[in-house]
């Protein structure tokens, strides 16, 4: 091996966007050959490759053991060759190149579920979005390479399954008691879409005809006893093919398509060309083991893999810096997907919910970047909640602002374009332009500067006159590596009401500048900006933002009084939700007095009537925002005590508020046939149970005792358990032993199991040393770890005491052995900075003494980060 002799310099290992550059060399086909053993796996690999520009012929590996490489037939001597930790270059190679190299791996060692690894005693399964491949073969590893591949897999027979991507073309004994598969993938991708998959599972199959005609076979493999809980994914599966053909002219392109499931993986699931492989907690999905919750996520996480077939595969990213590119379309187009699943308000408050929780809290912090970041460290650290969830929103804007028809032929001009290319988002924003004729050029500020805008508004009603003149004034927070911030333009919807009927307005306007309101929209693109209703006869209330048309930070100096009108006046389901949280807001965060919340959240008018017309939305409006959500919009001295004391006696008043209301809605509502207002009532009758233990009534413990025991759906056990061991009921300890006996076996269900112990308010760190030191604890499994550490985070009040020393724990162990948890799990800790007093000091102190003990880019470029405030 080549290792340079010179003093090794810590080099800086940040990637630029400005920096990007053709690949030298492309592959027209690679063929591979896998041969799985207990102790070892051979790769053989050949590759077709052809000049494109000058350059060195660069192929990327890490942690492989080089046997041999040929180039044109001719075995390569070490001195033809530069190979060190990362990558395998040879100079003044010919222009066309056939390259031939056998490598041993360990997949069975492997722990950090990157490349091929082990997943459990007989399931070896691969994860290579974004940088895994080169941990499987040499290869030139990025996006921008696409090929067509070849695949043998060979393994003992112990495996009766070898899968890969595309069509199965041969088959066969190989001795010695093993077997193989060869399949050939027709379509070019990148290296990070290939996958294979070696076990012994079962499969549940259906099949599926496209637009087109095309018959596919769909094969969801799992272990036996899973399979009867595959059946809500294959179903949405068939709906999410169903729906890209019917929302985006979209048919599928393979005859197979196979979706394997493992308890073993960092995230939640992986879009492999036609081989989808997904965590278990994001297919299995049965009422008896799974939440609801769990239930809505495993059909959106189906169709957003399913969808990533066009947006992703057929057109991926030109490098890792587009990521948004495909993640953020293929976002919105699971959330649209999942809007007409359920109520699309619903959908659309719990898609918010996420984004105000996670994504502008990271933007508002040291981990602030662009949707499209221009330099990174580790790109794993980059599958953020900005890149995701703010690319979403930033679609979203662009398909509100073009309406259903332009926005489509938007896309159709993207496939038409694009279709078996690398491309960025800029292609991607002048598709949708050239498409839609719509020029959606100034898009493009949102994807390249960090930040949540904040729109500052001001009314102003004219009796007289009869106008009504709206101000609008964006801004961003200063930010050091981004200097020049510029105006993005923001579709604002909007409507007036009548303040004293509650009647919507027909809106006429005058933007006095331009963008005049069309369709209830005005986009709002300068600094400023001055908006006139005319014809306005009577005092009006404005709804700004509706069904949050913009990812901003809204200020607006509404009343209580207004609040409480549109609580109960807007008809726009999503609105009258973001009424109710302001008004929360207002009184945990801004001292406001609770009354005017209470009467309007216990008006006989509102809740009474919604619970039994959209349980879900009801359940929805009595949201009281997460401490955690709270204190991240606390930016300096933040208390978490303070904000937990304050939160529970909002709670307890809202308890108290409604006297006889949650005993009655626990005793008449029952559950109906259809499966979202099932939801709604389930977890109303979840909240109610919660209500009557604040209101003091211990029979409360009763009835959820005999709710845990008599049902067999999961939403409806897990709340009643929660209301048992949270209030640390006489019959808490039966329950949690109950329910250990009954899921023993059942890992996801264990993972509930955990996450409810270590939810508790008043968990400790023996509590906690206690779960994680439990025979079922097991951190090779990341579900079990986010169990537990999810659990605790719960309570910001345990996380910044007892829980920094587990967070930072964690994240040492991790930085070796799983180093993208790792890096994740750290991040928990992140709004240090924003601490009171001496709380402040003490954990950053922690942080600190960390850096030096920790080795992979992942956690230290997150650490570093944390601490760069
Ligand atoms: N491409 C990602 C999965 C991925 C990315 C795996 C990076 C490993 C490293 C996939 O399409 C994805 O986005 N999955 C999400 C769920 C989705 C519904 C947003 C996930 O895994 O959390
Ligand atoms: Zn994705």
């Given at each position: 091996?080549?290792?340079?002799?010179?003093?090794?310099?810590?080099a800086?290992?940040?990637?630029?966007?400005?920096?990007?550059?053709?690949?030298?060399?492309l592959?027209?086909?690679?063929?591979?050959?896998?041969?799985?053993?207990?102790d070892?796996?051979?790769?053989?690999a050949?590759?077709?490759m052809?000049?494109?520009?000058?350059?060195?012929?660069v192929?990327?590996?890490?942690?492989?053991?080089?046997?041999?490489?040929?180039?044109n037939?001719?075995?390569?001597?070490?001195?033809?060759?530069?190979?060190?930790?990362?990558?395998?270059?040879?100079?003044?190679?010919?222009?066309?190149?056939?390259i031939?190299t056998?490598?041993?791996?360990h997949?069975?060692?492997?722990?950090?579920?990157?490349?091929?690894?082990?997943?459990g005693?007989?399931?070896?399964?691969?994860?290579?979005?974004p940088?895994?491949?080169?941990?499987?073969?040499?290869?030139?590893?990025?996006?921008?390479?696409?090929?067509?591949?070849?695949?043998?897999?060979?393994?003992?027979?112990?495996?009766?399954v070898?899968?890969a991507?595309?069509?199965?073309?041969?088959?066969?004994?190989?001795?010695?008691g093993?077997?193989?598969?060869?399949?050939?993938?027709?379509?070019?991708?990148?290296?990070?879409?290939?996958?294979?998959?070696?076990?012994d599972?079962?499969?549940l199959?259906d099949?599926?005809?496209?637009?087109?005609?095309?018959?596919?076979?769909?094969?969801?493999?799992?272990?036996?006893?899973?399979i009867?809980?595959c059946?809500?994914?294959?179903?949405?599966?068939?709906?999410?093919?169903?729906?890209?053909?019917?929302?985006?002219?979209?048919?599928?392109?393979?005859?197979?398509?196979?979706?394997?499931?493992t308890?073993?993986?960092n995230?939640?699931?992986?879009?492999?060309?036609?081989?989808?492989?997904?965590?278990?907690?994001c297919?299995?999905?049965?009422?008896?083991?799974?939440?609801?919750?769990?239930?809505?996520?495993v059909?959106?996480?189906?169709?957003?893999?399913?969808?990533?077939?066009?947006?992703?595969?057929?057109?991926?990213?030109?490098?890792?810096f587009q990521?948004?590119?495909?993640?953020?379309?293929?976002?919105?187009?699971d959330?649209s997907?999942?809007?007409?699943?359920?109520?699309?308000?619903?959908?659309?408050?719990?898609?918010?919910?996420?984004?105000?929780?996670?994504?502008?809290?990271?933007?508002?912090?040291?981990?602030?970047?662009?949707?499209?970041?221009?330099?990174?460290?580790?790109?794993?650290n980059?599958y953020?909640?900005?890149?995701?969830?703010?690319?979403?929103e930033?679609?979203?804007?662009?398909?509100?602002?073009?309406g259903?028809e332009?926005?489509?032929?938007?896309?159709d001009?993207?496939?038409?374009?694009?279709?078996?290319q690398?491309?960025?988002?800029?292609?991607w924003?002048?598709?949708?332009?050239?498409?839609?004729?719509?020029?959606?050029?100034?898009?493009?500020?949102?994807?390249?500067?960090?930040?949540?805008?904040k729109l500052?508004?001001?009314?102003?009603?004219?009796?007289?006159?009869q106008?009504?003149?709206?101000?609008?004034k964006?801004?961003?927070?200063?930010?050091?590596?981004?200097?020049?911030?510029?105006?993005v333009p923001?579709?604002?919807?909007?409507?007036?009401?009548?303040?004293?009927?509650?009647?919507?307005?027909?809106?006429?306007?005058?933007?006095?500048?331009?963008n005049?309101?069309?369709?209830?929209?005005?986009?709002?693109d300068?600094?400023?900006a001055?908006?006139?209703?005319?014809?306005?006869?009577?005092?009006?209330?404005?709804s700004?933002l509706?069904?949050?048309?913009?990812?901003?930070?809204?200020?607006?100096?509404?009343?209580?009084?207004?609040?409480?009108?549109?609580?109960?006046?807007?008809?726009?389901?999503?609105?009258?939700?973001?009424?109710?949280?302001?008004?929360?807001?207002?009184?945990?965060?801004?001292?406001?007095?609770?009354?005017?919340?209470?009467?309007?959240?216990?008006?006989?008018?509102?809740?009474?009537?919604?619970?039994?017309?959209?349980?879900?939305?009801?359940?929805?409006?009595?949201d009281?925002?997460?401490?955690?959500?709270?204190?991240?919009?606390?930016?300096e001295?933040?208390?978490?005590?303070?904000?937990?004391?304050?939160?529970n006696?909002?709670?307890?008043?809202?308890?108290?508020?409604?006297t006889?209301?949650?005993?009655?809605?626990?005793?008449?509502?029952?559950?109906?046939?259809?499966?979202?207002?099932?939801?709604?009532v389930?977890?109303?009758?979840?909240?109610?149970l919660?209500?009557?233990?604040?209101?003091?009534?211990?029979?409360?413990?009763?009835?959820?005792?005999e709710?845990?025991?008599?049902?067999?759906?999961?939403?409806?056990?897990l709340?009643?358990l929660?209301?048992?061991?949270w209030?640390?009921?006489?019959?808490?300890?039966e329950?949690?032993?109950d329910?250990?006996a009954?899921?023993?076996?059942?890992?996801?269900?264990m993972?509930?199991?955990?996450?409810?112990q270590?939810?508790?308010?008043?968990?400790?760190?023996?509590?906690?040393?206690?779960?994680?030191?439990?025979?079922?604890?097991?951190?090779?499994?990341?579900?079990?770890?986010?169990?537990?550490?999810?659990?605790?985070?719960?309570?910001?009040?345990?996380?910044?005491?007892?829980?920094?020393?587990?967070?930072?724990?964690?994240?040492?162990?991790?930085?070796?052995?799983?180093p993208?948890?790792g890096?994740?799990?750290?991040?928990?800790?992140?709004?240090?900075?924003t601490?009171?007093e001496p709380?402040?000091?003490?954990?950053?102190?922690?942080?600190?003494?960390?850096?030096?003990?920790?080795?992979?880019?992942?956690?230290s470029?997150?650490?570093?980060?944390?601490?760069?405030?």
């Open positions: 091996m080549n290792i340079a002799a010179h003093p090794v310099v810590e800086d290992q940040t990637v630029y966007l400005k920096d990007y550059q053709k690949p030298s060399f592959v027209d086909s690679i063929q591979l050959d896998i041969q799985v053993f207990d070892k796996t051979h790769v053989y050949k590759l077709d052809q000049r494109q520009t000058a350059g060195d012929l192929l990327l590996g890490r942690d492989l053991q080089l046997q041999s490489i040929k180039v037939g001719q075995v390569l001597a070490e001195n033809e060759y530069q190979l060190d930790t990362e990558q395998l270059s040879i100079a003044n190679a010919p222009e066309h190149a056939v031939e056998h490598v041993i791996i997949p069975e060692s492997n722990t950090q579920l990157e490349g091929l690894y082990l997943a005693g007989d399931l070896f399964v691969t994860q290579n979005e940088e895994g491949f080169r941990k499987i073969t040499f290869y030139p590893d990025r996006p921008d390479v696409l090929s067509v591949f070849t695949t043998r897999v060979e393994a003992d027979k112990k495996f009766p070898l899968l991507n595309g069509n199965l073309i041969e088959a066969g004994e190989a001795g010695e093993r077997h193989y598969t060869v399949w050939q993938d027709p379509t070019k991708k990148p290296a990070y879409l290939f996958a294979c998959v070696i076990g599972l079962a499969v199959k099949s599926y005809v496209t637009s087109e005609g095309r018959n596919v076979a769909l094969e969801i493999y799992a272990e036996e006893k899973d009867a809980k059946h809500i994914a294959m179903e949405a599966l068939k709906h999410s093919m169903r729906w890209d053909e019917e929302h985006y002219g979209r048919p599928y392109d393979l005859d197979n398509y196979m979706i394997v499931a308890s073993a993986f995230m939640g699931a992986m879009e492999n060309k036609g081989l989808n492989i997904f965590n278990t907690s297919v299995l999905a049965d009422e008896e083991y799974t939440t609801d919750a769990a239930i809505m996520r059909q959106s996480v189906i169709a957003h893999e399913y969808f990533h077939n066009w947006t992703g595969n057929r057109i991926t990213c030109r490098d890792w990521l948004c590119l495909k993640e953020g379309l293929t976002v919105f187009r959330q997907f999942s809007e007409d699943l359920q109520s699309a308000a619903v959908q659309r408050i719990d898609d918010v919910a996420v984004l105000k929780a996670h994504q502008f809290p990271e933007d508002s912090g040291p981990l602030s970047h662009p949707p499209r970041p221009d330099h990174f460290v580790e790109i794993n980059f953020t909640a900005t890149v995701y969830e703010k690319g979403a930033i679609n979203r804007m662009m398909a509100t602002l073009l259903k332009k926005f489509r032929a938007g896309t001009e993207y496939f038409k374009r694009h279709d078996g690398a491309v960025t988002v800029e292609d924003v002048a598709a949708l332009t050239a498409g839609s004729g719509v020029d959606l050029s100034s898009f493009l500020i949102w994807y390249n500067q960090p930040g949540t805008p500052e508004a001001q009314g102003e009603y004219d009796a007289t006159a106008t009504y003149r709206l101000s609008l964006q801004s961003l927070k200063a930010h050091p590596k981004y200097p020049n911030l510029k105006a923001i579709p604002v919807a909007l409507a007036l009401f009548n303040k004293a009927s509650g009647e919507q307005l027909v809106l006429n306007s005058d933007a006095l500048f331009e005049a309101v069309k369709d209830g929209v005005y986009l709002f300068q600094d400023e001055v908006i006139e209703f005319t014809g306005v006869k009577a005092q009006p209330v404005v700004l509706r069904s949050f048309s913009a990812p901003v930070n809204l200020e607006f100096n509404y009343s209580d009084e207004e609040l409480a009108f549109l609580l109960q006046y807007e008809t726009n389901g999503f609105n009258q939700w973001q009424a109710a949280q302001s008004l929360v807001e207002n009184i945990l965060l801004k001292d406001h007095d609770a009354q005017i919340y209470l009467d309007a959240i216990s008006s006989p008018k509102l809740l009474p009537q919604l619970v039994c017309k959209d349980p879900l939305l009801a359940s929805r409006l009595l009281v925002p997460a401490e955690g959500y709270l204190g991240s919009r606390i930016d001295n933040y208390n978490p005590a303070m904000i937990q004391e304050k939160r006696a909002l709670l307890t008043a809202v308890a108290l508020s409604f006889g209301f949650w005993k009655n809605i626990y005793q008449t509502l029952e559950a109906p046939a259809e499966f979202s207002q099932a939801m709604g389930r977890a109303l009758k979840n909240i109610a919660n209500m009557m233990a604040r209101q003091g009534d211990e029979s409360v413990f009763d009835l959820a005792f709710q845990f025991k008599t049902t067999q759906n999961m939403s409806e056990r709340g009643a929660k209301v048992l061991v209030n640390d009921a006489p019959q808490a300890k329950a949690l032993a329910f250990y009954r899921f023993k076996g059942e890992a996801l269900s993972d509930q199991w955990f996450m409810v270590a939810a508790h308010p008043k968990a400790t760190a023996e509590s906690i040393q206690a779960l994680t030191q439990h025979p079922d604890y097991d951190l090779k499994v990341p579900n079990r770890i986010r169990a537990v550490s999810g659990g605790l985070n719960a309570n910001p009040v345990n996380t910044w005491s007892f829980g920094v020393q587990h967070f930072i724990g964690l994240a040492k162990y991790l930085d070796e052995k799983n993208i948890v890096s994740r799990l750290l991040q928990a800790l992140s709004r240090w900075y601490l009171a709380q402040r000091s003490v954990v950053k102190a922690e942080l600190e003494a960390l850096k030096p003990q920790v080795k992979s880019k992942n956690v470029e997150t650490l570093n980060s944390m601490l760069s405030v």
